[in-house]
């Protein structure tokens, strides 16, 4: 690149909790601008999984977080006119964004009524070690793990 890499913007803490992380998460939720309204949504289901679980619904949400968030992903790669899909390491900013979207993703697609009581639903699921996000970032070490031999091909 010619010119310097441009600078990280600073995400404010959120109002209840004080954490960037809840701020960057809901972040991620938002539709079209509609922060209040993903706040509102996110700290249903906080409470959702504090009622539920009988614990701190914010540690169970980050423990979730932890237990869906990729260490390893694959990447495509052209070499000699075949492709091969390349195993690599993933910066922590990246796996937390990953691990973000694969949660909410797999919320929006759970059969709940609201999207609080989804988005509870699959912080449960993820805290248990169970549900579709986590399933995802399994199948997504099953393939780097498969994958394996062609790590010498890295960027």
Known sequence: MRKSKPKKIEVLPDPRFNDVMVTKFVNNMMYRGKKNLAYKVFYEAIEAVGERSGEDGLEVWKKALANVTPSVEVRSRRIGGATFQIP????????????????????????????????????????????????????????????????????
């Open 88 to 155: 690599s390491e993933i910066r922590p900013s990246r796996k937390m964004s990953i691990g973000m979207k694969n949660l909410i993703k797999y919320s929006r697609a759970r059969h709940e009524k609201s999207m609080g009581q989804k988005l509870a639903g699959e912080i449960l699921a993820a805290f248990k070690e169970e549900g579709a996000a986590f399933k995802k970032k399994e199948d997504t070490h099953r393939m780097a793990e498969a994958n394996k031999a062609f790590s010498h091909f890295r960027f």
